[in-house]
């Protein structure tokens, strides 16, 4: 059975510095991996995604993600954070080998202050 | 242009009530879900729907009913109301039932059951 884990509920961080929102999976197959954002009482909106070749991918709004497939990870990222990226944060899995669904993890609040 | 549109956004009703959110997408997608988010923010798939046919159906009261007129069209019928049916709802729509492709979600409907 495929599953991600958020192992933070928040992250707060201060306008200007290195975020990162973290994210682990399982899956028996190949892992295709996705990270969208839900801003307050919106939709949530797709950021960017792996499906294979370079273990950085980049997405929109200068976010980031670093796939390690030895740790089961992929990480989000972004150099410089700021006061409007205040969203909720939501990494989501789908097992390649199998017509399996979008498994969504429980999301990670990130709070940035100015 | 709004890709994924749904209707209600806001939805009261009492208890035994039956209601029906209607959702659109524009993008020229073949495949459209359905997605409950209860108060904690857990997001979870109801159903799936690929060129008008029902392909995912998770473990979901049988008093709730989709129906996809057509391509661009998924609507959730739910019969006999319970408080426990309180959520938000969201649709969403991709490019095939394929793992890879990434999902595109509608603003939400909040229902709340008094």
């Known amino acids: 059975a495929q599953s991600v884990a958020q192992p933070e509920d928040q992250v707060n961080v201060a306008e200007g510095n290195p975020l990162t929102v973290k994210c682990t999976y399982s899956v028996s197959g190949n892992p295709y991996l996705f990270w969208y954002v839900q801003y307050p009482n919106r939709g949530l909106q797709f950021l960017l995604k792996?499906?294979?070749?370079?273990?950085l991918v980049k997405g929109s709004y200068g976010f980031e993600a670093e796939f390690n497939k030895s740790q089961t990870s992929f990480h989000l990222k972004k150099p410089s954070a700021l006061v409007s990226d205040s969203a909720l944060y939501f990494c989501?899995?789908?097992?390649?080998?199998?017509?399996?669904?979008?498994?969504f993890g429980k999301g990670t609040k990130l709070s940035v202050k100015p | 242009d709004t890709a994924v549109s749904q209707t209600p956004k806001y939805l009261v009703t009492q208890m035994g009530n039956d209601k029906s959110i209607k959702c659109e997408q524009n993008?020229?997608?073949?495949?459209m879900y359905w997605y409950k988010q209860d108060s904690k923010k857990f997001l979870k798939i109801m159903f799936s729907y690929n060129n008008k046919e029902l392909i995912i159906n998770e473990t979901v009261p049988n008093r709730f009913s989709p129906k996809s007129p057509d391509k661009a069209h998924l609507n959730l019928h739910i019969n006999s109301l319970e408080l426990g049916d309180s959520a938000v709802y969201f649709c969403a729509s991709s490019q095939g039932n394929g793992p890879r492709g990434e999902q595109y979600f509608g603003p939400g409907t909040r229902l709340t059951v008094t």
């Open positions: 792996y499906i294979t070749g370079d273990n």
């Open positions: 989501a899995v789908r097992d390649g080998g199998s017509q399996g669904n979008l498994i």
């Open positions: 993008l020229g997608h073949d495949t």
